[in-house]
C-alpha cells in the first residue's frame, strides 16, 4: 500500500517527492471528497436529529474512515474533544497489533476513539465534521491509496441515542443527494478497543512532512480549520504527553 511505500520503504525517490510537492498543493485547496456531487469545498449540513446536551460526564464515540493517522489527526483539532486514541475495533482477535490487523485477516477496522463533552459539543457535530473533512463515505473497504477491510468507513456507537443519530444522518445524507455513489458507512455497537502501538498516536502532529502525510491527511485538517472555525483547537489536545521541558 502506498502509505507503506513511503512511510517505510526510504526508497523516495525524487520524481515521488515532486510528485507528492505538486499533489499537496493542489490538494490543501479542497477537501478529499471525490465522492461529493458537488466538488466545491463546503460544510455538509448539519443533522436533523442529534443526540441532547448533556451537561454530565465525557462521552466517547469511536470512528473508522481509513488510516487512523488522519482521522485521528482532525478530532485532535476540533475544540471540546478531550482525547482522540488510533487504534482497532470491530474485530474478533483479542489484543491484535498493527501487522496483523494490517493482514485483513482480524476483522478490525483502523479506527480513533474520540472522547468528548456533549455539553459543549454534540455527537451529531462530530459525525457532520467526519463526513465533511476526514473521508470519502462513498468508497467500499478503502479510503484514498489504502484498501482493505481494515481501512472500512464505520461508525461504532456506544449508546441508542448515538446509533439513532448515525442511521438518521446516513439517511438524510443518502436522501440529500449529497454524494454521487451510495453511502458505504457501516454502523454497529462498539465493542472491544485496543488503542494501537505508541509510534502511531499523534503522528500527524509529530510527522507533518512526512509524505503520506502531506498527501493525504494535512488537507483534511486544513478543511477542518476553514468549514468549522467555531469548532478548531489549536494547539491539538494529545495522546503522547510532551518532553520534559518541552
Not at 482521522?71 to 483479542?94: D, L, P
Not at 453511502?183 to 505508541?198: C, H, L, M, Q, S
Not at 498516536?201 to 510527522?207: A, G, P, V
Request: some cysteine; glycine content about 10%.
Amino acid at each position: 500500500m502506498i502509505r507503506h511505500a513511503i512511510t517505510r520503504s526510504g526508497k523516495r525517490s525524487a520524481a515521488l517527492i515532486g510528485a507528492v510537492a505538486l499533489t499537496t498543493l493542489a490538494l490543501l485547496a479542497v477537501p478529499l471528497l471525490s465522492g461529493r456531487a458537488d466538488s466545491a469545498p463546503a460544510a455538509l449540513p448539519a443533522p436533523a436529529i442529534d443526540v441532547p446536551q448533556d451537561g454530565g460526564k465525557l462521552q466517547t464515540a469511536v470512528f473508522a474512515g481509513g488510516c487512523f493517522w488522519g482521522v485521528q489527526g482532525v478530532f485532535e483539532h476540533v475544540k471540546c474533544v478531550t482525547q482522540a486514541v488510533s487504534g482497532y475495533t470491530g474485530g474478533h482477535v483479542a489484543n491484535p497489533g498493527y501487522e496483523l490487523v494490517s493482514s485483513g485477516s482480524t476483522g478490525h477496522a483502523e479506527s480513533v476513539r474520540v472522547t468528548f463533552d456533549p455539553a459543549r459539543v454534540s455527537y451529531g457535530k462530530l459525525l457532520q465534521i467526519f463526513f465533511s473533512v476526514a473521508l470519502d463515505p462513498t468508497q467500499v473497504d478503502g479510503q484514498g491509496p489504502d484498501w482493505g477491510t481494515q481501512y472500512r468507513s464505520e461508525l461504532f456507537v456506544t449508546s441508542p441515542e448515538q446509533e439513532h443519530v448515525a442511521r438518521a444522518y446516513l439517511g438524510q445524507l443518502q436522501a440529500a443527494h449529497v454524494f454521487n455513489r451510495p453511502i458505504a458507512t457501516r454502523v454497529d455497537p462498539a465493542g472491544a478497543f485496543y488503542p494501537a502501538e505508541g509510534y502511531h498516536q499523534d503522528y500527524l502532529m509529530l510527522h507533518p512532512d512526512a509524505a503520506y502525510i502531506a498527501m493525504y491527511d494535512l488537507p483534511k485538517v486544513q478543511a477542518l480549520q476553514a468549514l468549522f472555525p467555531q469548532n478548531w483547537q489549536n494547539p491539538p489536545v494529545t495522546v503522547l504527553k510532551p518532553a520534559s521541558g518541552s
